[in-house]
């Protein structure tokens, strides 16, 4: 994570920059910044630039397109398995089973209410999300029957997972489990409405395993002092400090867990107490990289405008292959993508009724690069392509990661002929560069995005090859630079010498007149 003071200084050197324009008269977080285009990114000094659209709308999927009889009522759940797509129809308490066609995107394939076998509950009760193992079994979060039940594809049921027995957990707990991810052996890992505590693991067999990657507490400085003083009856009366539930899950192909919190507070955003995505190991431990000029926190600006105030709350986050996540931001309806460095790619997206805005987005998802989002207030399903732009920068991140690098370059410079100031472009270049160990021309691309780390590198290899060519120069410089002092300084005491030794001093004419008499 990027320190507190570098964040704060970037932040008032923005200002700074904009105040002097006359455009900022209010603090910075009051400040509604208006965007000209769809697709934006943030630069080095935090003003917005607009981009290309590096996704396009393929369609926008409705109850009466998909073919459904019983329109989709409160969805909450959309998960990507293979080929096919599970939403879960919450307001129905059933899972609509949806295929992906090259033509026409999605089609409707099945939906079911019910599972086949169970002890006693057959029926669905609002299920808000679904799980698919690498066996095919599907594990379904079955909210309003307090389970996570796990079936086969044939929808026969297995087994169940319960409220766990834990001295963590109150009396008066109830098992409300909201999202939910399985590794390869079958782990599962669940978010439980009212449980703080992180992810809710459990061992394929159902035992309960503890919690994992609880996030920290947000802490007032000042409250915690007053602690210290305050009687017993002040503290209870003062708010606790408690940590954020997270708002979705999502296990990447490497096994580890992205998670998204909804951020609500912005103090405690600005001071870094709370991250508003996360990658878990399996420790619980957060290890995702932000060397970014900004943090991955979606907007750096925000007001009140069209009745939304606050920072990016965070619904949902999906990580693509390349290693690019997309965190969905439920607040202001907007997409925002990042690499594996923490360093925006893109941010898209708004509140409204058009093609591509949303009226209230809680999931989102991908199939290969396209992105899927599932709007819950409109009961649709938006369905976004990459645009030539989003290929061409996509493709320079793929083939720079097989270790094509004079193809990646090559990409990365017709992505900077679509958008002369598109940093990650020149950035991109540098590292090709750097890779083909041009490390002179590398430096002068890091140099022009401020890439101090890059920078840093190429300048390190661009020394060492530096004294190598010139090694007999360097070797010659040295010696002049050791041997010309120490030459001097030997003449100069040989010259002393010689001029206070008593074998080479001429004789004196008096003393021979002396020794005449």
């Given at each position: 994570?990027?320190?507190?003071?570098?964040?704060?200084?970037?932040?008032?050197?923005?200002?700074?920059?904009?105040?002097?324009?006359?455009?900022?008269?209010?603090?910075?977080?009051?400040?509604?910044?208006?965007?000209?285009?769809?697709?934006?990114?943030?630069?080095?000094?935090?003003?917005?630039?607009?981009?290309?659209?590096?996704?396009?709308?393929?369609?926008?999927?409705?109850?009466?397109?998909?073919?459904?009889?019983?329109?989709?009522?409160?969805?909450?759940?959309?998960?990507?398995?293979?080929?096919?797509?599970?939403?879960?129809?919450?307001?129905?308490?059933?899972?609509?089973?949806?295929?992906?066609?090259?033509?026409?995107?999605?089609?409707?394939?099945?939906?079911?209410?019910?599972?086949?076998?169970?002890?006693?509950?057959?029926?669905?009760?609002?299920?808000?999300?679904?799980?698919?193992?690498?066996?095919?079994?599907?594990?379904?979060?079955?909210?309003?029957?307090?389970?996570?039940?796990?079936?086969?594809?044939?929808?026969?049921?297995?087994?169940?997972?319960?409220?766990?027995?834990?001295?963590a957990l109150s009396a008066d707990t109830i098992f409300l489990p909201n999202k939910v991810v399985v590794d390869t052996a079958e782990r599962v890992y669940c978010?439980?409405?009212?449980?703080?505590?992180?992810?809710?693991?459990?061992?394929?067999?159902?035992?309960?395993?503890?919690?994992?990657?609880?996030?920290?507490?947000?802490?007032?400085?000042?409250?915690?002092?007053?602690?210290?003083?305050?009687?017993?009856?002040?503290?209870?009366?003062?708010?606790?400090?408690?940590?954020?539930?997270?708002?979705?899950?999502?296990?990447?192909?490497?096994?580890?867990?992205?998670?998204?919190?909804?951020?609500?507070?912005?103090?405690?955003?600005?001071?870094?107490?709370?991250?508003?995505?996360?990658?878990?190991?399996?420790?619980?431990?957060?290890?995702?990289?932000?060397?970014?000029?900004?943090?991955?926190?979606?907007?750096?600006?925000?007001?009140?405008?069209?009745?939304?105030?606050?920072?990016?709350?965070?619904?949902?986050?999906?990580?693509?292959?390349?290693?690019?996540?997309?965190?969905?931001?439920?607040?202001?309806?907007?997409?925002?993508?990042?690499?594996?460095?923490?360093?925006?790619?893109?941010?898209?997206?708004?509140?409204?009724?058009?093609?591509?805005?949303?009226?209230?987005?809680?999931?989102?998802?991908?199939?290969?690069?396209?992105?899927?989002?599932?709007?819950?207030?409109?009961?649709?399903?938006?369905?976004?392509?990459?645009?030539?732009?989003?290929?061409?920068?996509?493709?320079?991140?793929?083939?720079?990661?097989?270790?094509?690098?004079?193809?990646?370059?090559?990409?990365?410079?017709?992505?900077?002929?679509?958008?002369?100031?598109?940093?990650?472009?020149?950035?991109?270049?540098?590292?090709?560069?750097?890779?083909?160990?041009?490390?002179?021309?590398?430096?002068?691309?890091?140099?022009?995005?401020?890439?101090?780390?890059?920078?840093?590198?190429?300048?390190?290899?661009?020394?060492?090859?530096?004294?190598?060519?010139?090694?007999?120069?360097?070797?010659?410089?040295?010696?002049?630079?050791?041997?010309?002092?120490?030459?001097?300084?030997?003449?100069?005491?040989?010259?002393?010498?010689?001029?206070?030794?008593?074998?080479?001093?001429?004789?004196?004419?008096?003393?021979?007149?002396?020794?005449?008499?």
């Amino acid at each position: 994570m990027k320190k507190p003071v570098t964040f704060t200084i970037k932040r008032i050197g923005a200002f700074i920059a904009a105040a002097a324009l006359g455009i900022m008269s209010v603090p910075m977080q009051a400040q509604a910044m208006e965007h000209r285009s769809y697709t934006y990114i943030y630069d080095y000094w935090g003003d917005v630039q607009d981009t290309p659209d590096l996704y396009e709308v393929f369609n926008v999927f409705t109850s009466a397109e998909l073919g459904l009889d019983v329109r989709l009522n409160n969805p909450s759940g959309l998960t990507v398995a293979g080929d096919k797509v599970y939403i879960c129809d919450t307001g129905n308490n059933r899972i609509v089973v949806l295929g992906t066609d090259e033509n026409l995107g999605l089609v409707l394939l099945d939906e079911f209410d019910s599972i086949k076998g169970a002890p006693d509950k057959n029926e669905l009760s609002g299920p808000t999300d679904v799980a698919v193992s690498e066996d095919g079994n599907i594990f379904i979060a079955d909210k309003g029957n307090n389970r996570i039940v796990k079936v086969d594809p044939d929808l026969h049921y297995l087994m169940e997972f319960t409220l766990p027995v834990d001295s963590a957990l109150s009396a008066d707990t109830i098992f409300l489990p909201n999202k939910v991810v399985v590794d390869t052996a079958e782990r599962v890992y669940c978010i439980c409405d009212g449980v703080n505590k992180g992810l809710l693991k459990y061992e394929p067999d159902g035992t309960f395993a503890g919690f994992v990657g609880a996030t920290k507490a947000a802490y007032n400085l000042i409250d915690y002092i007053w602690k210290k003083f305050a009687t017993q009856e002040q503290i209870d009366r003062m708010p606790v400090d408690v940590p954020t539930e997270y708002s979705n899950i999502y296990m990447d192909y490497e096994g580890f867990i992205y998670a998204s919190v909804p951020v609500a507070d912005a103090q405690a955003l600005d001071d870094l107490k709370v991250d508003s995505v996360r990658r878990l190991n399996l420790l619980g431990n957060n290890i995702l990289v932000n060397n970014g000029n900004w943090l991955n926190c979606g907007d750096i600006y925000w007001g009140s405008a069209g009745g939304y105030s606050g920072p990016s709350m965070f619904s949902d986050v999906t990580a693509m292959e390349n290693d690019i996540y997309v965190c969905l931001d439920r607040n202001r309806g907007r997409l925002f993508g990042y690499d594996d460095q923490g360093r925006m790619v893109f941010a898209f997206g708004g509140n409204g009724n058009m093609d591509g805005y949303f009226r209230r987005p809680i999931a989102v998802d991908h199939i290969g690069y396209d992105l899927i989002v599932l709007d819950s207030a409109d009961c649709s399903i938006t369905y976004f392509v990459l645009s030539d732009f989003g290929k061409d920068i996509y493709g320079a991140i793929d083939t720079f990661d097989a270790g094509q690098y004079e193809e990646s370059e090559a990409l990365w410079r017709r992505v900077l002929e679509y958008d002369g100031n598109y940093d990650l472009a020149y950035i991109g270049i540098g590292r090709a560069l750097l890779r083909q160990e041009n490390y002179r021309e590398a430096m002068n691309y890091f140099e022009l995005k401020y890439d101090d780390e890059n920078w840093s590198k190429a300048f390190k290899e661009y020394r060492k090859e530096w004294v190598q060519s010139h090694l007999f120069l360097t070797v010659f410089v040295l010696l002049l630079i050791f041997l010309v002092p120490l030459s001097i300084e030997k003449i100069r005491s040989m010259r002393v010498e010689i001029a206070t030794s008593d074998v080479f001093r001429f004789p004196d004419p008096e003393d021979n007149m002396t020794r005449a008499e």
